[in-house]
């Protein structure tokens, strides 16, 4: 499934950025927002509710699943065009654009505060029990509209935000870098990112019965998985995120925020740190195999991975897979890499 990444294409004559934010039943970033009242935080007038909405109006390196007539795929923002974007958006005074599902223009409604999360920890949003990773962009939405408070706010109509506006596909993700085996390694976990939940949704998120399909999904790896996937972030930064492909860096999202995974993503995740683990060198916090590695999960990631594949009986006593590529691959015979005998993993026809 392709994976587009959408940027702010300035050089442009048309019209770039975000021009409204809708308020949602099932956003799309799928991070609900939560309602400020004077019982949460008193003000001077402590009669009336503040009418406040705060939520998260775009998160970095999160896949957003999108259909086009009979093609899907995902598509996401990275750190640099989600700040870029907030930063517009007031600059072309947007503020005060606001829809109903992204259906109904609205009145009354007006972004009046705006901010990127640069510390997960303390964060504002943190206070008030949300959870987004480094480089979300955070919205606050006054709404002095009756009808919108009464009948889909304080109903629960509504749960987030969601952003319109025009972005430019910048390209498939890719990594073109095959000069090394590091960067193979990588370019095959490319070609199945994202075999998760979210593969089997047919229409906007929902089944043909309407109804969200749910599969098995696990969130049990130890705390030291998420930590190494922080500690990757963290080393990438500071090489200006030169290494991994997008692949891996959202794959370190996700662990980073413990999120659920599905057995597919179990299984890919075991596959890589079963290969990718030569090219760990724990001396060298530069080294992009280093990083690459952490991003997943590390040594943690491995342990946990290899016995959770052992528990769901995907793995036998001689803790060989009982079908040594993961969904949608494979094997054709055998490859050495130096110098050691590996399954030759190719995609189905």
């Known amino acids: 499934m392709d994976i587009i990444e959408l940027i702010l294409d300035e050089d442009s004559e048309g019209l770039t950025g975000i021009e409204a934010v809708s308020i949602v039943e099932m956003p799309a970033i799928e991070s ?83 901010w990127i999360v640069e510390d997960t920890e303390m964060d504002k949003s943190k206070k008030y029990g ?26 629960g109509k509504v749960k987030g935000f969601s952003i319109e506006g025009f972005f430019a596909d910048k390209a498939q993700v890719r990594n073109e870098d095959t000069k090394s085996e590091m960067a193979a390694i990588e370019e095959e976990e490319a070609e199945y990112m994202l075999s998760n939940i979210k593969a089997l949704i047919k229409k906007d998120g929902r089944t043909n019965s309407g109804k969200r399909t749910e ?15 922080k500690r990757g972030i963290e080393l990438n930064e500071k090489v200006n995120n030169k290494c991994a492909t997008q692949v891996g860096k959202i794959r370190a999202q996700q662990l980073a925020q413990k999120e659920n995974i599905s057995l597919s993503t179990l299984k890919r995740m075991y596959s890589y740190l079963s290969r990718a683990q030569e090219y760990y060198d724990e001396g060298d916090k530069k080294a992009c195999g280093t990083i690459s590695y952490l991003l997943w999960g590390g040594k943690a990631g491995l342990r946990w991975s290899g016995s959770k594949l052992k528990e769901l009986g995907e793995i036998e006593a001689g803790k060989t897979t009982k079908s040594p590529c993961w969904d949608g691959y494979e094997q054709k015979g055998w490859q050495t890499i130096n110098g050691k005998r590996r399954p030759n993993c190719v995609k189905k026809k």
Not at 32 to 38: G, I, K, N, R, Y
Not at 215 to 226: C, F, G, H
């Open 32 to 114: 609900d927002f939560v309602t400020l009242s004077d019982q949460e935080i008193k003000l001077a007038k402590i009669d009336d509710e503040k009418r406040l909405l705060m939520g998260a109006a775009l998160i970095p390196n999160k896949p957003i699943f999108r259909k086009n007539g009979e093609n899907t795929f995902y598509v996401y923002f990275s750190e640099k065009t989600v700040r870029r974007a907030s930063e517009l958006f007031f600059q072309n005074s947007m503020q005060n654009n606001a829809t109903l599902e992204h259906e109904m223009e609205i009145n009354n409604l007006t972004v009046v505060e705006s």
């Open 130 to 155: 949300l959870s987004v990773p480094k480089g979300t962009w955070m919205i606050s939405m006054k709404v002095e509209n009756d009808e919108v408070w009464n009948d889909y706010v304080k109903t």
């Open 215 to 229: 599969l098995e999904t696990y969130n049990d790896y130890p705390q030291a998985v998420s930590n190494n996937a």
